[in-house]
Structure formats: C-alpha cells, structure tokens
C-alpha cells in the first residue's frame, strides 16, 4: 500500500434538531461568549435560524449575525465580513448556511484569527494561522464544505480562487436534517447531485486517492445515489434528507483528502461568468466529463456501477457505460436544467469557458485524463 494521509474534523454530531439547542451544544464546548454567525440574508429573513438563534442568547452567548453572504462570494464581501466580526469582537465563529456562508465563516475565522491578508492565503498551503474556533453547521445537502478544508472566493470580476489548507478544517461540524427541510426541489436536486460529482471525482482522483477516501466515496454515492430522488419528491421526508446530509458529508471527507478534478474545473467558470450555481454547473458538465474520462477511467466506473446499481451492473466494459447512463437518467429525472444554453450560455461563449477552465490547472491535475483546452471545447460543445 502506497504512503497516504487523512485529515478531517475532530468531532461530528448527527442529530434531529440539533439547531433548536446550539446555545447548549456550543456552551458544553466553549467558555467563550462573543460568537459571530455567518449565513445568508435569505436564511436570517426566512426564521429558519430563530430557534437556534433563541437557543445561543438563552445559554449566554453574544450574538452577531453576518448576513451579507451572496453565492461564490467575492473577496470583497469576506473582507467586509471580517472586518464585522473584528469589531464585535468575536471569540467563536458559526457557518450556518450553504456551501458559501461555511466557505465565507472559514475565511473569517482565519482572517480574525491572525493579521494575514487573504490575497497571500490563495492556492495550496498558504494559511499561516492561527484561527478562531470554528464550528460549521449545513442547511444543504451538497458541498460537504462543513467538513472540508477548502473555501472558494470570487476574485476579480469572474474567477474563482480556492484556498487549501489544514487551517481551514472546523472544530465541530452539525448535521441537523430538519434544516434542509425547507430546501426547494430544484436547489435539493441541484446540491445532492454536487455531493455526487464530489464522490466520483474523489473515487477517481489522479492524485491523493487513498483506502479511507475510496471507502467514504463509495458509501457516499451509494446514500446519494439512491435517496436523492426520494428527497426531491418528499421534501419533508426525515429519513431521505439525513440520508443526504450525511452523504453529502462522506463525499466531503473524501473529496478533501482526494481532490476533485475536470468536472470543478470546467463548472467554475458557469458560475463566474453566467452566475450559475454551483451545484447546477457540475450537473450541467458532469455527464460529458464522464464520457470523455472513460478511456482512463472505465474499471473505477464499473465499481461505481456496482456501488449504484449492484451486482446486476454486469461486466466492466457494460457496467462503466451503465454508470454513465445511471447518472445522466438521474439528471434527467430531477427536472433540473440539463444544457447550457438553457442557462444562458450562447455557443459564442464557449471558447472562452473552455479558456477560462485552463485556468483550474490544481483541479485539472487530478483528472484521470489530462484535459486540453482542446478538450475543454469539444465538452463544452457536447453540454450545449
């Protein structure tokens, strides 16, 4: 067995409202009573967030709420965000919300923590720490962010930068289902396929892949793969959306240790340019990037098949073409949007996505097949 390592969140809790006694769950952790939570205006405005709110300032905690996060975040609403945080003071930071307000609470509790700026903490590694406390909390079921040591910020009009490091990684991560409860179909749909994107690219990473991440990876899509639908269908449906949530934080742990490649990198530039949510970006290149990675990838696509469709996936060679199929019907079936040009993209646009995606090269890496802007383009091309 090849050298690896693992890294991920120290402690977890799985529980049906979870939220409706944070105050309690934080007080048996911290002393603390300054804490700075960060979510979304949509999130604070919609009352989701009162009983725990309720719950913090019942066990004593003093309570900012950040509510400026906007999906990919540019760097200019977390330095804004930071500097809120630095004048309340804060001592605990709270992600509450999707992948961006996690992203953006992660970013926070680093930028308070220490005096680096952010444009040096961008690329793999470069975090120099310390941090505040840190505890991320998930009110979807998509990026695994509350269990990954990434944050991705908008920089500059269109691009996306990531920033990479062990700092990153919460102390505490909350999974309470009854807060994707209230998730609409198209947003369940869109973020569940993501967790699955994060679950393959991790089982077929060119780099980092490692027994713990393939055994996570699997559990993961197998999860996913057969209650997203089941979610979709009957949003209140408990049972599906934990199912979900804890899927969707397998894929997480995997896909921070073994990291995602061409499907990332060639959805990331959709969200800069066209403003198309990430998850809705994956889904939208996903099944194409499959296609063209059969070549290099087609025994680990057959096991895939296998984790999805069982025994009954058959041989190699058919079982890797019934995976690709399995994932294209279960797009189809979700009713989310399926082409690019039904999100705005015109066909002038994609010689310059498919430049823009040569710009992902520490996702590109990881792909099982290298990827040319050449590549890029005839994908592009297939999506549209």
């Known amino acids: ?11 977890l809790i799985v529980e049906r409202g979870a939220a409706r006694r944070l105050g309690r769950l934080l007080r048996a952790r911290h002393t603390a009573v300054r804490l700075c939570l960060v979510t979304d205006r949509f999130l604070h405005a919609s009352g989701l967030l009162a009983p725990a709110l309720a719950d ?20 200019h609403v977390v330095a804004k965000a930071a500097d809120r945080a630095r004048e309340a003071r804060a001592q605990v930071v709270l992600g509450l919300g999707g992948g961006s307000s996690m992203d953006v609470a992660k970013l926070i509790a680093v930028l308070c923590g220490s005096t680096q700026p952010l ?10 720490g310390p941090r505040l406390p840190l505890v991320l909390m998930p009110t979807t079921a998509g990026t695994g962010s509350e269990v990954t040591a990434i944050s991705i910020v908008t920089t500059g009009e269109t691009s996306k930068s990531g920033v990479v490091s062990p700092m990153l990684m919460a102390d505490l991560a909350i999974l309470d289902a009854e807060l994707t409860v209230a998730l609409p179909i198209a947003a369940t749909a869109a973020t569940g396929i993501d967790a699955m994107v994060h679950a393959i690219e991790a089982y077929t990473s060119a780099r980092l892949k490692n027994p713990l991440s393939d055994m996570l990876a699997t559990r993961a899509l197998k ?18 959306r934990e199912a979900m949530l804890l899927g969707a934080m397998l894929a997480g742990q995997a896909f921070s240790n073994a990291p995602v490649a061409a499907v990332h990198a060639l959805a990331y530039p959709l969200g800069g340019h066209f403003h198309v949510p990430h998850g809705l ?3 939208l290149v996903l099944n194409h990037v ?11 696509y057959a096991q895939l098949a296998r984790v999805t469709l069982g025994e009954g996936a058959g041989a190699d060679d058919g079982a890797a073409d019934g995976f690709i199929h399995h994932m294209e019907e279960l797009v189809r079936a979700t009713g989310i949007p ?37 590549d890029a383009l005839a994908i592009y091309r297939a999506a549209f």
């Open 281 to 283: 970006s994956n889904a």
């Open 290 to 300: 499959l296609r063209f990675n059969l070549p290099a990838a087609r025994p680990m």
């Open 56 to 75: 913090l300032r019942d066990q004593g905690w003093e309570v900012t709420v950040i509510d400026d996060v906007v999906a990919d975040p540019p760097d």
């Open 338 to 374: 399926r082409r690019l040009r039904e999100v705005g993209v015109a066909r002038v646009d994609l010689a310059m996505l498919a430049r823009d995606a040569m710009q992902q090269q520490r996702l590109l890496v990881n792909n099982p097949r290298p990827v040319s802007e050449a």
């Open 223 to 240: 999860l996913l793969s057969k209650h997203l639908l089941l979610a979709c269908r009957e949003p209140s449906n408990l049972g599906a």
């Open 119 to 128: 444009a040096e903490m961008y690329g793999i590694g470069k975090v120099a």
């Open 1 to 11: 067995m090849d050298r690896f390592e693992f890294s991920t969140v120290p402690q």
